[in-house]
């Protein structure tokens, strides 16, 4: 449809919607909201069809003026904590999709270079994983149990410790974003070098794939959301950097509130990574078959959560909404 017979169509409720938020007009909130979905909807569809346009920049400011009134006045469904998680949010990450790619892309550009540099300089892996740590390990190898720190303490005491330090370093992954994104890549950036170097240390052991189907079994929920985590701090620092059509302030507005949102979708990911952490780790004579399901198991959630499904449910929207506006071309 062509950018004039999409707005001739949608004008008279664009006008509408404006005059209610503009002039204080009272409605029902439910219908403000609706209201709010529609032009969001419609915006959707410029964003897709006519970039740059008059017609986007208009819809954009709309959505903004609205943004905050609907949420100070809408009445929140007992059912929301729910359809966050299974409609709201994915639809809503799928325009994340290139952050995502770009935290991931420097998590395993860093990772390699970890693992070269262990491989490269035998002082490395004690310089990122401290003496302690190093020493403790390789006693452990030569006691016969490589992986018993994750045996040494109490279940439940272990699985809180390492939830509540998963999100304290999610948090500053997205907090760190406010230094234009470059400080979200710096805490990428260090937690991939101590996993690259960690991993080429128990290489170097003869223990690569011990380690690995022991660390991974948590280790793939902790490490994917840290990177999620990562994304939601490049949302933040590029709200600042490139505000495209919205003024400065309200690009870092809509960005740390973007942000926010992607960070407290990780918060079951992060406590069920604890509990494996906790609870299954420290079993290492589990059957590979059982540890290496468990693993994929994790990596096909994290894949089917934060990338299939969004991009499932944008195209379903895309194609009504291609449904809906469709007009013959005059």
């Avoid at 969001?40 to 009134?69: C, E, I, M, W």
């Avoid at 994917?224 to 003024?247: D, E, K, M, R």
Wanted: glycine content about 6%; charged content about 20%.
């Amino acid at each position: 449809m062509r950018e004039a017979a999409f707005a001739k169509q949608n004008k008279d409720k664009w006008i509408r919607f404006e005059n209610v938020l503009r002039n204080n007009i009272q409605v029902a909130p439910d219908e403000l909201s609706a209201l709010y979905i529609e032009i969001t909807d419609h915006l959707s569809y410029a964003q897709t069809f006519y970039p740059k346009s008059n017609t986007l920049r208009y819809l954009n400011g709309l959505s903004v003026l609205a943004h905050q009134k609907i949420y100070k006045t809408k009445r929140e469904s007992r059912k929301r904590f729910i359809t966050f998680y299974t409609k709201e949010f994915p639809l809503f990450f799928a325009q994340y999709q290139k952050q995502l790619l770009i935290a991931f892309a420097t998590f395993a550009i860093f990772s390699i270079v970890g693992a070269y540099s262990a491989a490269t300089d035998g002082d490395f892996v004690r310089l990122i994983l401290g003496d302690g740590y190093v020493n403790m390990t390789l006693q452990n190898i030569e006691d016969g149990d490589p992986m018993r720190v994750y045996k040494e303490m109490n279940e439940l005491e272990m699985s809180l410790g390492i939830t509540i330090n998963n999100i304290r370093v999610a948090l500053m992954a997205f907090a760190f974003g406010l230094f234009l994104s470059l400080g979200t890549l710096f805490i990428i950036m260090r937690n991939a070098i101590m996993l690259g170097s960690f991993q080429y240390f128990f290489y170097d052991q003869g223990l690569l794939w011990e380690s690995a189907r022991t660390i991974w079994i948590h280790g793939t929920i902790e490490i994917s959301v840290i990177i999620i985590a990562g994304c939601a701090g490049l949302v933040l620092g590029n709200s600042i950097l490139f505000p495209g059509t919205y003024s400065r302030v309200q690009s870092f507005v809509k960005g740390a509130k973007d942000g926010v949102k992607i960070l407290i979708s990780t918060i079951p990911f992060f406590i069920v990574a604890g509990f494996l952490e906790g609870f299954v780790t420290r079993h290492t004579e589990m059957p590979d078959w059982l540890a290496i399901f468990i693993i994929g198991g994790s990596l096909a959630l994290i894949l089917f959560y934060y990338v299939f499904y969004p991009l499932h449910l944008q195209r379903k929207i895309r194609l009504q909404l291609e449904e809906r506006n469709a007009l013959p071309e005059q």
